[in-house]
């Protein structure tokens, strides 16, 4: 499919008083990798969180303007969250398998909660998000083993192989790589870049080398406002603004 799959009109989100996110306007088209680049605490993942409604789950936090998935306005009359969250996945920066559950149960989760039980049906499913997910061949004869006995960079793919599951349009990846090893990283990267075929990826990362290598276009925040969006190689050869140009070269953040 062509065209924009996010679209994100004048979005601001809040911690009671405290202004996070300031007039973001943004869209996302299909089968692209977007990276949100940025110094800590300028709102990169409070934005992400406001994109599969997780950011309303916050303790006095809300959220104002509009995102679009798909043409629908998520923040709609009536549209429920949990359809978002099984519409726009997400992938966070520790892997988080759920504990007590087997490799295939973690996969499987969101499957069942959309009220699949056919155990034929679950089975492909699960294999064609391992496979997806490049884990297939190093698990796929301990499935009933628990996801937490996994090695971390497994078990970020595995976190990666349950999101993809359900079959989403889009996952978000809040720097999905900084608690891992270089080998698992560069796996990780590996697997964005072909996950783009199937999906649209929006992540958060620090590590500016990860962004120019894995990201068709790059946004760069610094205190809650988008200061400069646009393709990768432009943002990190040719940026328009002063501050992107500043941090960029290492000049702040």
């Known amino acids: 499919m062509d065209g924009e799959v996010l679209k994100v009109e004048k979005l601001n989100a809040y ?29 990169k993942s409070t934005f992400i969180r406001c994109l599969n409604r997780l950011h309303e789950e916050v303790p006095g936090a809300r959220c104002t303007g509009n995102v679009w998935l798909d043409g629908q306005n998520i923040y709609g009359k009536g549209v429920d969250p949990v359809v978002v969250r099984r519409n726009v996945g997400m992938v966070f920066q520790k892997p988080n398998p759920f504990p007590g559950l087997s490799i295939f149960d973690n996969v499987a989760v969101g499957l069942r909660l959309a009220g699949v039980t056919k155990k034929s049906v679950l089975s492909e499913a699960v294999e064609e998000a391992l496979r997806k997910s490049a884990l297939w061949t190093e698990v796929k004869d301990k499935l009933k083993k628990p996801g937490t006995g996994l090695s971390g960079g ?88 002063l501050k992107t140009e500043q941090y960029i070269t290492g000049r702040f953040g």
Do not use: W
Not at 18 to 29: E, G, I, Q, T
Not at 227 to 238: L, P, Q, V
């Open 15 to 43: 911690f009671n008083d405290f202004h996070a996110v300031k007039d973001v306007d943004l869209s996302v088209n299909y089968h692209e990798v977007v990276a949100l680049i940025g110094p800590s605490g300028c709102g």
């Open 154 to 241: 497994q078990q970020q793919r595995l976190c990666i192989a349950r999101a993809l599951a359900v079959k989403p349009p889009v996952i978000l990846m809040d720097e999905p790589t900084s608690a891992l090893d270089p080998i698992s990283t560069a796996k990780i990267e590996e697997l964005i870049v072909e996950l783009k075929n199937d999906v649209t990826v929006v992540i958060v990362t620090h590590n500016m080398q990860q962004a120019s290598r894995i990201s068709g276009r790059t946004a760069f925040f610094l205190l809650g406002e988008l200061i400069e969006y646009g393709k990768t190689s432009k943002i990190f050869t040719k940026p328009q603004n």
